[in-house]
T-cell receptor
Framework: DTGVSQDPRHKITKRGQNVTFRCDPISEHNRLYWYRQTLGQGPEFLTYFQNEAQLEKSRLLSDRFSAERPKGSFSTLEIQRTEQGDSAMYLC???????????FGPGTRLLVL | DQQVKQNSPSLSVQEGRISILNCDYTNSMFDYFLWYKKYPAEGPTFLISISSIKDKNEDGRFTVFLNKSAKHLSLHIVPSQPGDSAVYFCAAIPGGSQGNLIFGKGTKLSVKP
């Protein structure tokens, strides 16, 4: 068990560009969550998947954000037309099932210039 | 409106003494509470959890106490060690939800040798 991994760890982009992040959950974990953390705040829920199905999206997830988990394994989070307000740490977590402990990856730190 | 509140941004404790981190919540529908620890540039690491039907859970040096009538929980670390220096997040799961965590803003604990 290698834990949750995320790639890249850091991303610097210019405003208006598109970015994509990847999350590899712990194998056999059916649940995958995306959170966002800004400076001085706790992580905030964005969306989650049960296997390949995206079951809930937060109001924080604007139309510029899209997430996929095509085969129920890894997931991608894409941000289109990035804005400076998108600068944050994007965290991925996985759990075996609902109600089970969520294990977090190291996060992807995004800086939009 | 912050549903999970950690009112102390920071706490400094001497090595070997007890650290007490506090958390208040407003939503009486929360039925599961967790504490996570976070080092810089890493994702949150699960520490300990407690169900709303219990008032205490202990795991080694870590004990979480839950006072439902006061909507308050606390994490006790005894004895504190310099390696415990990190940001501690309190998180809650609403009953009937799909498991997405609601976090407080965190408390930065510094344990001095």
């Amino acid at each position: 068990d290698t834990g949750v991994s995320q790639d890249p760890r850091h991303k610097i982009t210019k405003r208006g560009q598109n970015v994509t992040f990847r999350c590899d959950p712990i194998s056999e974990h059916n649940r995958l969550y995306w959170y966002r953390q800004t400076l001085g705040q706790g992580p905030e829920f964005l969306t989650y998947f049960q296997n390949e199905a995206q079951l809930e999206k937060s109001r924080l997830l604007s139309d510029r954000f899209s997430a996929e988990r095509p085969k129920g394994s890894f997931s991608t989070l894409e941000i289109q037309r990035t804005e400076q307000g998108d600068s944050a740490m994007y965290l991925c977590a996985s759990s075996l099932e609902v109600g089970e402990t969520q294990y977090f990856g190291p996060g992807t730190r995004l800086l939009v210039l | 409106d912050q549903q999970v509140k950690q009112n102390s941004p920071s706490l400094s404790v001497q090595e070997g003494r007890i650290s007490i981190l506090n958390c208040d919540y407003t939503n009486s529908m929360f039925d599961y509470f967790l504490w996570y620890k976070k080092y810089p540039a890493e994702g949150p690491t699960f520490l300990i959890s407690i169900s709303s039907i219990k008032d205490k859970n202990e795991d080694g040096r870590f004990t979480v106490f839950l006072n439902k009538s006061a909507k308050h929980l606390s994490l006790h670390i005894v004895p504190s060690q310099p390696g415990d220096s990190a940001v501690y997040f309190c998180a809650a799961i609403p009953g009937g939800s799909q498991g997405n965590l609601i976090f407080g803003k965190g408390t930065k604990l510094s344990v001095k040798p």
